[in-house]
Structures are given as structure tokens and as C-alpha cells.
């Protein structure tokens, strides 16, 4: 988001040069704004600052007043790898995390940092801000239940998250962090049991080089650590599903692990009370120890996925807050200015907005003309005019001039705020895929506890003996049977799969519920500017009249808007410059705000400007009527060139439609969808470029708000919708959406706010979104049913259902290993995604 715009600060003040000021700097060397870390070209003509006998270039003028204010915070800065200081005006290498700016001393240094910047940043980031005392938590899958402390979900056991805006900086997750380390121990103390008890299996004597009766006693030390304490959080949440009388995988996790462990501690350590036929190679029990641990292990995998996709949704409220600026330059009554905190605004004050500044609060403008960069609100890359009386908002750029304005709305009360919220509350309204399994689960518990109890009375009454024996091996064996380890892995690991294969393709994918909604989805709404168009104007049509020749028209037309910072002066310049024009100098410039610009270029008077600029020359263009309706009808802004005051043709500039667009929108109907384009600019060039897609519905000059009602209005029809943009404007209707689709070409936040983000910003990505969206729903409930398949056709085995017929009693042995094979049948299955065509 920040690069975002301190992109849009480059090409200012070109009308400033500060020639005197360049110092020489060798060729290869770079040379950097001190305060943002963009590279500055010194011959650029851009502001510049001698200090202590250096010279410093900076790439806009609010950069340079930032300097001035505080040299000393921008002179230097260190690496957060080795430590060394480094010159932030003269650092070959920089990078930007988290909003954040470092400088490195080398390229390896950089490398390290970009590969784990958790790991590096502890000097660097603030100190975690607590969540205020009031705060109240909410589950994010039962939006109902609401506490005033953190702790679990009682329904489901999922940890509560803050509800309302958090702080900045709240630091990790502690959750996650808990979590990582429980799975690394898990994880680590699994793979020593696992060696030792399938080893056979793999063709590794290990049990016979070691002993039976030791390899059981080194399994039990292996295993105890993982369920007494790595797996100490499951048989909480387990417990707290039995008070609550809310069954769900925790319940069934925390009988399986539990009695698989208990099972195998009373089998390594009273062995005698099993019957003979149970006993395996030696005369020993076989135990199950590996079968509770690796469980413990696979389902903190998960949960880590699901934790670290969660925590990112923070992300996005973070960076809409670092939009805002921190402080405001208040007018006092005396007429002297005094930088201030924002918060310490009050409604009704004059505020003072210098060139290359953020607007600090919502208001209007008292004083001065500039031209005001909106896209963070409406998407739109062409900045507005303001003057007198004008509104404008808190976290837009004011571009050239000096604006005086008077707060009008601050605090909680500003766009940017009621932006913030809107997203905020949209992520919370979500509800994760694992709920249907959970759903499922409130059945399976019941009904696999009852099949336990079951097994055990009848076995206990009507059994061989030793009756009391065979019964514990009959319950052990259906609840080992039906620990839901595929049942943990099914979602996860096609997830995994997918989120892989999606990248390949360029679909980044947040979680597994936005594909799951995505796969559903019959209404997409897309955003007009960086989505189906390249959100940037061009030059497209340079028309002359009478006998003025094409070059010379658009020769002196550049020249002239070379003067000027408009993006559409850029356009004009840019086009100029890919035909091959030589521009030349201006003389006595001079911009008309809201109308256009005129000079004299090569001793020759020219002017360049829309309708209204030609009624204050006198020049009549309604002959051109048609000529002028044609264009705009095709979504293209005309500017009319007047040579030596008469009219000597116009030009035509247009966000062009990206190349892919309209195959995408023609796939996109094939699938089904409904298109709607939802956009802040005007009608006329909104509807011009609905026409030419074929899209079918448009909605024009609509503001943030307007986005989110549009989204819960269709939701509320009924219509499953899918939201794709790429701005800031757009990010409370990507998190409002069934899916949010980002375009990797716009706005951070835009992507965090989003369950889909396409890295190359290539309609063309939806298509692929969301034929991988189908392929995964389905493989995810392929897997849910080879889980729930094999429960159901192994509870009634490992009950003993065949014992009166054939004489077969499933031993708890043979209950784990068909265990073990649901899971590695859901991992082969979730493994053909990579094969799935896109």
C-alpha cells in the first residue's frame, strides 16, 4: 500500500529544479530519499537539501519537509541482520515489511531478511500494544458467543478473537506461537516412535536389535511427553465439549488419543491381564503409543495452517490504519501553526495540508487550489481538483499545492475509519469450512462413544474369557478405529495441495472457506480501473483538423502538458514519446484548475483543455459534437489543442482495457457467473466499457459504502458473490463477499482483505480460481468420505459384529492400521490435485 503511493509521488514539482544543489554523484551509485528509501535521479530536477555539508535528494516536497523537521531521524539506520549502521541516502539495498523501511549494509544480509523477517525484526518493531480493557472476544465460526476475557469457544473450541479495530501492533498470535512449539515437539519425539514401531514394517530390525519389552518402554518415554503435554490444549477443548454438551472433533480427538495412550501404558505395564491370543512377537502386548502420537502431531499441523491464514486477516485493518497520517499541522487563533497529534483535532479546526502530504481528517477546503490523489477511496488513479469549498478526506495525497481545511469529521466519524470498521467486521462474519465437519461430528461422537459402551457391555457379559479383557479390546479397538486422524487431515492437506498448485498458476489462496464459497459462487462483481482496465491512462487517439499535421499537433500538445503534473499531461507526454516526438521547452505556463493548461511553445501560443476551457477562449466545438460523443461513448476523456487561438484538433485519453479481459469475461460467462461491474467512475465511461465487454449490470459512482451495500444487497437476494478489485475503496466489499478476489497489481490491503488474490492481475486468474475452487471442494469431500467410510464400515468390525459368525475379533493392532490407511488413502487422493487441469 505505502509503495503504492510513493509511486504516485514521483513526476511532482518537475517545474522545480534545483540545479545548484546536485552533487556529483559517480555513475552505478545510488542515491536514495533519506526518508521513504526510493531511488531519486539527482538530475531529475527534484527537491533537494544541503545539511552538514551533503547534499540530499528526495523525490517529493512533503519528503524533504519531513527532513527538515528531523534530520537526525533519517540520516542513518541498521541493518537488522549484522547490525552494522548504514547511510539510508547512499543503501545499495532496501526493502519494506509490514509498512516498515530497512536498510542492509550487503546483498546477503538483504536475502537473510527477506527469507525469515520475523527473525530479524525485534529491534526494529514496536513494543506490543495490549488490547484495551473493554475489549470483548467472539469465536470466529459462532459470532454469538461473545466473552469479555479470551480463552475457547464452548461450542466448538476454536480460541476467541478480538472483536472491534485491534492495535497496531498487537504482537503474535500467542496461540500460534504456543502451537508451532507444541508441534515441533510432537512432531519431533513422533518420528523417533515411528521408526521404532514400524520399523519391521520398513524393513528396520530396530525392535529386534533393542528388545521387545525395551522398545516398548522407549515408546512409552516418547510418547508420554507429546500427550501429557504438547496435547494438553485438545483434551481441554475436548473437556470443555463435555460440559458443554457440544460434541465436535475435539471430543472424539481427545477420546482417541486418550484412550489409545491410557491402553498402551496399562498393556506396557501390566501386560499379564491381556489374553494369550493378543500377545505378539515375545509374548508382549502390542501397544499403540505411535498411534496417539502421530495423531497429535498431524492435527497441530492443521492447526497451524488454519491459525497462520487467520492471523493475516489482521494484516489488512493495519495497513488501512497506516494510511492515516499521525499528526496534522493545526492553524492556531494567533495564526501561528503547531504540529499536532490527530487525535488532538478537534471539529471546526483549520488545518494546514502542504504539497506531498497525506490529508489528515475528513473536512473541507478554506483556503488555496491543488489537485488531490482519491485513489485510496475511489479506486480512480486520476487525482481531483480541489479549490474552495470542496470536500475532502482523511488518508488522501494532496498533490501540488497548499490546502487550508476545516475538520469537519474526525476521530471514529472519518471515511477512513468507517472503512477500517466496515472491514472489521466483515472478516468476522466469516465462518470456516471445519464448521461442517464439526456439524457432522455432533452426530459421529455420540453415536462412536455409544458403539464403544456398546461393544464393552456385550463383550462383558457374553464374551470368552477373560471377558474383561476382551471387552477393554473391543472399546479400544472402535475408538482407535474411529479417531478421526483422516478426518483432521481431509481438509488440510487438500488445502495444502491446492494452495500450492493455485500459486503455480498465480492464485493465491487465503483459506480453505474461500474456496469453498468460491466453488458456489453465481454473481461476480469486478471493479473497472486496475482490474478489467491497465489503471493507468494512455494516449489512444491524436486527431488534427484542417491541415495541421498529426506530429505537430501532438508535438506541441506534450510540450505543453510537459509542464503540467496531471496523469493526464503524463498520457499525453508518454504517448509522445513512444511515436518518437521530440518535446521542447515551455515558456510562461500557466495552469487553469479544473479546465486545462496553455503556453507558448516554439514561439507559438498554445492552449489544451476540455469544453469549459474552450468557452472561456471563445472557440466554439459543437461541430465536433458527434466526433466528441463517439470517443466518450468508447470510454475515452478529449482534450481539445487551440494553436494561435483557433482550433487545431483534440486528443483522447483512456484507461485501456487489459488484453485478457474480455476472453476472461467470455470464460467467465461460460461458467455461469453473473457479471456486475461496480466502479467509482462516472457513468458514461462506465457504461462505454460494460457495452464493449458485455457485461450485465453496471453500477457507477460508488463510494466505498455503496460497494458493501451493493454485496449485502445481491447476498440478501439470495446470490452466492464473489467480489474482485484491487483497491482500498474495494476492501470492505472483498471482505464483505462470499469470496474477495484481489488483483496482485493493487493494494496491499486490498489482498488481505481477500480469500483469493491473483499475483499477475490477470482476469484470466478468476478462471483458473475457480475451476481449482471445484476440484478441491470435491477432492475435499472425497476424502471426508474415505474418513467417515472407513469408520463406518470399521466400528461395527472392531465391535465384533463377525465374532458369532467367522470367529474374528478386529484387534486393536488391525483397528490402527486401518486407521493409518484412511489417512494415507486421503493423502493419495489430495495428491491428484496436482494433476488437475486449470
Given amino acids: ?89 547512499t543503501a545499495k539495498h532496501f526493502a519494506k515489511h509490514e509498512g516498515e523501511r530497512f536498510y542492509f549494509c550487503s546483498a546477503g544480509c538483504k536475502a537473510k531478511f527477506e527469507a525469515d523477517p520475523a527473525a530479524y525484526r525485534g529491534d526494529n518493531r514496536p513494543a506490543p500494544q495490549p488490547m484495551p480493557k473493554s475489549t470483548l472476544y467472539t469465536c470466529p465460526m459462532h459470532p454469538e458467543v461473545v466473552s469479555d476475557h479470551p480463552g475457547d469457544c464452548p461450542k466448538c473450541g476454536m480460541a476467541l478473537e478480538p472483536m472491534g479495530i485491534p492495535p497496531v501492533d498487537e504482537g503474535p498470535n500467542p496461540e500460534l506461537v504456543d502451537f508451532t512449539r507444541r508441534l ?152 501561528s501553526e503547531t504540529d499536532v497529534a490527530v487525535d488532538d483535532i478537534q471539529v471546526g479546526d483549520p488545518v494546514r495540508v502542504r504539497p506531498g502530504e497525506r490529508i489528515p481528517i475528513d473536512g473541507s477546503v478554506r483556503e488555496g487550489q491543488s489537485t488531490v490523489d482519491e485513489s485510496m477511496i475511489t479506486g480512480e488513479p486520476i487525482p481531483v481538483e480541489k479549490q474552495q469549498g470542496d470536500q475532502v478526506t482523511g488518508g488522501t495525497i ?55 459402551i456398546a461393544a464393552f457391555l456385550v463383550w462383558s457379559f457374553v464374551g470368552p474369557e477373560p471377558r474383561m479383557a476382551h471387552a477393554l479390546l473391543a472399546a479400544v479397538a472402535v475408538l482407535i478405529i474411529a479417531c478421526p486422524c483422516a ?61 495541421v499535421e498529426e506530429a505537430r499537433l501532438l508535438k506541441l500538445a506534450a510540450s505543453l502538458e510537459r509542464g503540467s503534473e496531471h496523469p493526464l499531461a503524463e498520457a499525453i507526454v508518454s504517448g509522445a514519446g513512444e511515436r518518437g516526438i521530440d518535446l521542447t521547452e515551455v515558456n510562461g505556463f500557466e495552469a487553469r484548475t479544473g479546465k486545462g493548461v496553455l503556453g507558448r511553445v516554439d514561439d507559438t501560443i ?77 457513468e458514461h465511461t462506465a457504461r462505454a466499457v460494460a457495452r464493449s465487454l458485455g457485461i450485465d449490470e453496471v453500477r457507477a459512482d460508488i463510494l466505498p459504502e455503496g460497494k458493501k451495500i451493493l454485496v449485502d444487497e445481491l447476498r440478501a437476494k439470495g446470490a452466492v458473490v464473489a467480489m474482485a478489485g484491487d483497491g482500498v475503496n474495494d476492501a470492505p466489499a472483498l471482505a464483505a463477499a462470499d469470496v474477495g478476489i484481489a488483483m496482485g497489481t493493487g493494494a496491499d490491503v486490498a489482498m488481505e482483505s481477500a480469500g483469493l488474490t491473483l499475483v499477475k492481475g490477470d482476469l484470466n486468474g478468476i478462471v483458473r480460481a475457480r475451476r481449482l475452487a471445484m476440484a478441491t471442494m470435491g477432492n475435499i469431500r472425497q476424502n471426508l ?42 493423502i493419495a487422493n489430495a495428491l491428484r490435485l496436482r494433476l488437475v487441469k486449470l
Wanted: net charge negative; with cysteine; proline share 6%.
Fill in 398 to 452: 494532496n498533490k501540488n499545492g497548499t490546502l487550508v481545511m476545516i475538520a469537519e469529521r474526525v476521530g471514529a466519524d472519518t471515511t477512513l475509519s468507517r472503512v477500517v470498521d466496515l472491514v472489521a467486521k466483515a472478516q468476522r462474519s466469516r465462518a470456516p469450512i471445519q464448521g461442517a465437519v464439526d456439524r457432522v461430528s455432533a452426530i459421529f461422537v455420540p453415536a462412536v462413544v455409544a458403539a464403544a
Fill in 184 to 335: 515441533w515437539v510432537s512432531g519431533a519425539l513422533s518420528l523417533p516412535l515411528l521408526a521404532v514401531s514400524m520399523g519391521p514394517m520398513l524393513g528396520l530390525p530396530l525392535r529386534d536389535w533393542i528388545g521387545e519389552p525395551q522398545a516398548t518402554w522407549i515408546e512409552l518415554l516418547l510418547a508420554t511427553p507429546v500427550i501429557l503435554w504438547a496435547a494438553l490444549p485438545f483434551f481441554r477443548r475436548a473437556w470443555a465439549s463435555l460440559v458443554h454438551r457440544s460434541p465436535n472433533m475435539w471430543t472424539l480427538i481427545g477420546l482417541g488419543v486418550g484412550t489409545a495412550y491410557l491402553y498402551s501404558v496399562v498393556a506396557a505395564v501390566v501386560p499379564d491381564i491381556f489374553p494369550h491370543a493378543f500377545r505378539g512377537h515375545g509374548g508382549t502386548v502390542p501397544v499403540y503409543f505411535e498411534a496417539a502420537a502421530v495423531i497429535v502431531a498431524l492435527v497441530f499441523v492443521g492447526q497451524v495452517l488454519e491459525l497462520k491464514a487467520r492471523e493475516k486477516t489482521g494484516s489488512a485493518i493495519r495497513a488501512l490504519l497506516d494510511l492515516a497520517p499521525k499528526t496534522a499541522r493545526r492553524i492556531n487563533a494567533d495564526g
Fill in 785 to 826: 468420505g474415505f474418513a467417515f467410510g472407513y469408520n463406518a464400515l470399521g466400528v461395527p468390525l472392531a465391535a465384533g459384529v463377525l465374532y458369532p459368525v467367522f470367529g474374528l475379533l478386529l484387534s486393536p493392532m488391525i483397528a490402527a492400521a486401518a486407521m493409518s490407511l484412511s489417512s494415507v488413502s486421503v
Fill in 487 to 547: 478426518l483432521g487431515l481431509a481438509t488440510p492437506m487438500s488445502i495444502m495441495i491446492a494452495t500450492g498448485r493455485g500459486a503455480h498458476e498465480g492464485v493465491l489462496i487465503k483459506d480453505a472457506e474461500a474456496l469453498e464459497r468460491f466453488a458456489r459462487v453465481d454473481t461476480l462483481i469486478v471493479d473497472k480501473t486496475g482490474t478489467l482496465t491497465e489503471g493507468k491512462p494512455r494516449l489512444t487517439d491524436v486527431i488534427p483538423l484542417d491541415d
Fill in 1 to 89: 500500500m505505502n509503495s503504492a503511493h510513493d509511486h504516485h509521488n514521483h513526476g511532482h514539482h518537475n517545474h522545480e529544479h534545483h540545479g545548484h544543489e546536485h552533487s556529483a554523484v559517480p555513475m552505478g551509485d545510488i542515491v536514495r530519499d533519506p526518508v521513504c528509501g526510493m531511488t531519486v535521479d539527482p538530475e531529475a530536477g527534484k527537491p533537494s537539501l544541503q545539511y552538514d555539508g551533503h547534499t540530499y535528494h528526495f523525490c517529493s516536497h512533503g519528503c524533504r519537509q519531513k527532513f527538515e523537521t528531523a534530520p537526525q531521524d533519517y540520516l542513518a539506520a541498521k541493518d537488522p541482520v549484522c547490525g552494522m549502521t548504514v547511510d539510508r541516502a
Fill in 606 to 682: 498554445v492552449a489544451l483543455g476540455n469544453a469549459a476551457m474552450m468557452d472561456d477562449l471563445g472557440l466554439d466545438v459543437t461541430p465536433l459534437a458527434e466526433q466528441i460523443r463517439s470517443l466518450r461513448d468508447e470510454g475515452k476523456t478529449v482534450m481539445f489543442v487551440v494553436i494561435e487561438e483557433g482550433l487545431a484538433g483534440f486528443v483522447a485519453v483512456a484507461d485501456r482495457i487489459k488484453p485478457t479481459t474480455t476472453a476472461a469475461i467470455k470464460a467467465l460467462h461460460e461458467h455461469g457467473l453473473k457479471i456486475i461491474m461496480a466502479t467509482g467512475d462516472n
